[in-house]
């Protein structure tokens, strides 16, 4: 938290982030497609019953109470490494009004803290050749490929 600027502050996922513009912040990423309300429930629903698989951090701009970035850690449970956990970042947003502020960073941060206090033994994240140098400098190396097949 003191590292944020001043304005930001980080929280978990909260179940009324839908009117703080949350998937507004994700179109930055893809097709975020038409929701409503009900569907993001459902969706919040799900992840708030998996709350130790699915951890949500948002950054939000106090002053206009919207949501400025987001990044998700998912937590997978593996029989290698005497049942091992690997975190899988995911859905790492910054609103295009809000970058360059470090506010990208501050989520990486967050989200590698926790992929540490639940017991992960690494942290992994696809993402696209333009985003390696952020990624350095979130403390990642790139490792291998990315292999995709789309349905
Ligand atoms: N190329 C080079 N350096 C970069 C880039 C880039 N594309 N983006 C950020 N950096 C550097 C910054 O200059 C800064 O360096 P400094 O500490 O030397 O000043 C450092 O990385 C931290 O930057 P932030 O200010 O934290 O970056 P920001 O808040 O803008 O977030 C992000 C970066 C997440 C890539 C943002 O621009 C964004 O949302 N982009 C669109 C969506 C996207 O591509 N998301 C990532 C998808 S991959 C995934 O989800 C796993």
Redesign the pocket.
Known sequence: QSNLHEGYKLYPLRANDFERGYLDVLS??TEVGDHTVETWNSQFQFMKKHNDTYFTVTITDEKSDRIA?TGTILIEHKFVHKNGLVGH??????DSS?????????IIEALKFIGQLTGCYKVI????V??I??YE?CGFTPKESQMAWYI
């Open positions: 930055v990423l970035a970042i995911e859905d790492i947003a910054v809000h970058q360059g502020k470090k506010l990208g960073l501050r994240l696809d993402c696209s333009k985003n140098p952020f400098k």
